[in-house]
T-cell receptor, first 114, second 109 residues
């Protein structure tokens, strides 16, 4: 692994189903983030974690949950998917928890909820 | 509210120079990022400005005026591979990133 990876690359999901998007980084970064990117809108922060064991809510957290059991992994779970959660999801990491640190992004997961 | 404004789309010619503007309104300010995002790919870091002035990095330069709430990204000697979206993001007083919607730059031969 080099950098930050996400899985799956893309997914089509029926509404009401549970889904976990995976994110792993091998850079030993303390902070990790989940964003969604929709056409015509900027990246919107869903949840973040400044260090292993802690998480925080971003701008659009409703319908999503995260956990940070260790430094490397930061999964995002949709408990019961809805069509408005159709989006491209990016995971990112940075050395520290301050947003003046450069963020490194994973390749993204394209999720379609029908 | 907090807001980032940048043009939706710009077109330029290969070999030319283009300036992409970004204006921001945030509660406090702790710097401004520019990221490049090719279609279907992840954003990648280009620059970070926290002090007024111009910072040059090869063909790309970034300018900041804190008093005007304004930044621009200057791309020189445009190449076809520069066709991408350019994202502006400001850091507010809570150290949260406020992202613009991005400017899609189209390069024509």
């Amino acid at each position: 692994i080099a950098g930050i990876t996400q899985a799956p690359t893309s997914q089509i999901l029926a509404a009401g189903r549970r889904m976990t998007l995976r994110c792993t980084q091998d850079m030993r970064h303390n902070a990790m983030y989940w964003y969604r990117q929709d056409l015509g809108l900027g990246l919107r922060l869903i949840h973040y974690s400044n260090t292993a064991g802690t998480t925080g809510k971003g701008e659009v957290p409703d319908g999503y949950s995260v956990s940070r059991a260790n430094t490397d992994d930061f999964p995002l779970t949709l408990a019961s998917a809805v069509p408005s959660q159709t989006s491209v999801y990016f995971c990112a990491s940075s050395v520290g928890g301050l947003d003046t640190d450069t963020q490194y992004f994973g390749p993204g997961t394209r999720l379609t909820v029908l | 509210g907090q807001n980032i404004d940048q043009p939706t789309e710009m077109t330029a010619t290969e070999g030319a120079i283009v300036q992409i503007n970004c204006t921001y309104q945030t509660s406090g300010f702790n710097g401004l990022f520019w990221y490049q995002q090719h279609a279907g790919e992840a954003p990648t870091f280009l620059s970070y400005n926290v002090l007024d002035g111009l910072e040059e990095k090869g063909r790309f330069s970034s300018f900041l005026s804190r008093s005007k709430g304004y930044s621009y990204l200057l791309l020189k000697e445009l190449q076809m591979k520069d066709s991408a979206s350019y994202l502006c993001a400001a850091v507010d007083s809570n150290y949260q990133l406020i992202w613009g919607a991005g400017t899609k730059l189209i390069i024509k031969p």
